[in-house]
């Protein structure tokens, strides 16, 4: 597995398992988890809609980017989606090498290209009973919006 979306909890030590090696040295993880609060904001849960055609092809070509710009053994990142509560994990990196310089450089492309280049739309809910859709500028200027896929369900 290279990319991945999931309606399950990330299992963040069998990620981890997935790209060990023991001609790597390094282990770089990056855990984007929800947080109670967004731009002065209290934030109660999170919600993530996915196009999974779109963002599973993305996913996988950004991995092959990573391991053929960065001198990297081996690389992964897991999506969540649907609703997900305070402390969740909303997304996992872990990249593999033999040297840490490179496992680290790969990991922050792979969540930057993914948090730009990814169909995937967060809706916000807060503590006061109000949502919204957030931080969908990056996808829109990567030419996606959200509802564009809402026929293909």
Excluded at 79 to 97: F, K, N
Aim: hydrophobic share 40%; charged share 30%.
């Amino acid at each position: 597995m290279k990319f991945a979306v999931s309606r399950k909890a990330i299992d963040v030590a069998a990620a981890r398992e997935m790209v060990a090696d023991h001609h790597c040295g390094a282990l770089a993880v990056f855990e984007g988890w929800i947080r109670n609060h967004n731009d002065g904001r209290d934030v109660e849960r999170l919600e993530y809609e996915v196009y999974r055609p779109l963002a599973e092809k993305e996913g996988a070509r950004i991995i092959d980017e990573a391991l053929e710009k960065f001198t990297i053994s081996h690389a992964l990142c897991i999506h969540r989606e649907g609703l997900l509560e305070l402390g969740d994990c909303a997304v996992i990196v872990c990249v593999s090498s033999a040297h840490r310089g490179a496992a680290f450089d790969a990991c922050r492309y792979i969540i930057d290209q993914a948090k730009t280049r990814l169909p995937i739309w967060k809706k916000e809910h807060y503590t006061s009973g109000t949502s919204e859709w957030v931080n969908c500028e990056a996808c829109a200027e990567a030419g996606h919006s959200h509802g564009d896929h809402a026929h293909d369900r």
